[in-house]
């Protein structure tokens, strides 16, 4: 058996152990942070937490379960059932102004274990603290924000799982920090970290693609290039107005060198991040948008099967309908929702014919979901989609129900 599942197990059937003992009335829910119109990059610490008296560790976490039934140009696979995901968060305070959180994802729940987020963050200044060990880079918003909970929609977006690799995180380190000026807030983050390598133009997909990079586990003892991947963000929020972000990430991804012998000509690869959320006040309209470029220097014996240039989003508008007492749930909501998204995996023309490069996709994506609380989402969601292939031929389309839950726990 596998050395991480061992530990997991022993570490849940430890903690069920000490838990049992415990007398229920010490146990006390930890609140999310209490800053109004927190940042994006709060949200790794954003989450509820389960304390127990006054021990120094605290334990939460969130579940995934769908039911999906969607056809593609008439076929279809029929029912499904699936349990996307089981995260367990870890989080101390280790002492004055030290802490330390980790994030486990079991993802699906019987053949991956994955640690997404094991930081220790250590504060100078409320402008300058120190991150340390197993970090998500920051690029757009929901790499970072990215809790099934905290959405209406039981996919993720597709700009954030088959452009920009989700939740992608790497061993590095960095600094960030936030200030406040009345109605204004300001954050920074900037991290030197591992980060992707050949795969992402060597890989089963047969094109540019980032998310191959996730595959490979060795980037957590080395890094490919032996050059750090740069990450950074700013984001500024106004009370009024919304949250906007300016993100980047960019480096040296191939292996150029080995033993100090060069073999091979250094390739980069630059992304580019803006996202924006916002709520309408008095209708309660909540919008959240975010839009990505990439760029990968690719080997020019290479076909243009494999684009140098991608691009993608998405945006997200819900909407409250109803917020009241329902069936004894006090405050629950019903929100409709709507997705619109798209990604072009291939920017450009054919350099013989002159004809738009295919390959890109397009969703939209209405939805219905209950909150009894704001902790828990019922949510039902219709999907329409249409493909192109990289010819540009007649897309296939996509269609179909799915309904999930996802609550934190």
């Not at 880079?137 to 929901?142: C, K, L, Q, V, W």
């Not at 309209?285 to 691009?311: F, H, L, R």
């Not at 295919?358 to 209405?366: A, N, Q």
Request: charged share 20%.
């Amino acid at each position: 058996m596998n050395k991480s599942i061992v530990i997991v197990l022993i570490s849940c059937c430890l903690f069920l152990k000490v838990n049992a003992q415990i007398d229920p009335s010490l146990l006390k829910i930890q609140p999310k942070d209490t800053v109004k119109n927190a940042l994006n990059m709060d949200a790794v610490y954003n989450r509820p937490f389960i304390g127990v008296n006054k021990m120094p560790v605290s334990l939460g976490g969130y579940v995934e379960a769908n039911w999906q039934h969607l056809g593609t140009d008439g076929v279809s696979d029929g029912h499904q059932f699936q349990f996307r995901r089981l995260t367990l968060f870890v989080a101390s305070t280790i002492g004055k102004r030290i802490k330390f959180l980790s994030e486990i994802e079991f993802e699906p729940a019987e053949k991956e274990i994955g640690i997404e987020f094991a930081a220790v963050d250590v504060e100078f200044h409320p402008l300058l603290n120190l991150r340390g060990g197993m970090i998500l880079n920051p690029i757009g918003a929901f790499n970072q924000n990215h809790d099934g909970p905290k959405w209406e929609f039981t996919d993720r977006p597709i700009s954030a799982t088959q452009m920009l690799p989700a939740t992608w995180s790497n061993v590095g380190f960095g600094l960030y920090g936030k200030t406040y000026s009345k109605n204004w807030m300001f954050g920074y983050e900037f991290y030197l970290s591992s980060g992707f390598d050949n795969s992402i133009i060597d890989n089963n997909e047969n094109k540019t693609f980032l998310p191959a990079a996730k595959q490979n586990s060795a980037r957590f003892e080395e890094t490919a290039s032996g050059t750090p991947l740069f990450t950074g963000k700013i984001a500024a929020r106004n009370n009024k107005i919304g949250e906007i972000g300016l993100s980047y990430m960019g480096g040296i991804y191939n292996k150029w060198q080995d033993d100090g012998i060069v073999i091979d000509d250094k390739r980069r690869l630059d992304v580019f991040a803006v996202d924006f959320n916002t709520t309408i006040p008095k209708a309660n309209t909540y919008i959240t948008a975010e839009w990505a470029w990439v760029n990968v220097q690719v080997p020019s014996t290479y076909t243009q099967q494999y684009g140098n240039k991608q691009q993608g989003g998405f945006i997200d508008i819900v909407q409250p309908i109803i917020k009241r007492t329902i069936l004894g749930w006090k405050d629950a909501v019903i929100n409709i929702a709507l997705r619109a998204e798209y990604v072009d995996w291939n920017v450009g023309k054919f350099n013989v014919t002159l004809t738009n490069i295919g390959e890109d996709i397009w969703s939209i994506m209405p939805a219905l979901s209950f909150r009894p609380t704001s902790q828990t989402v019922f949510r039902l969601n219709y999907k329409y989609q249409q493909q192109k292939d990289i010819l540009g031929n007649p897309p296939s389309k996509t269609g179909g129900f799915s309904f999930g839950i996802s609550t934190y726990f």
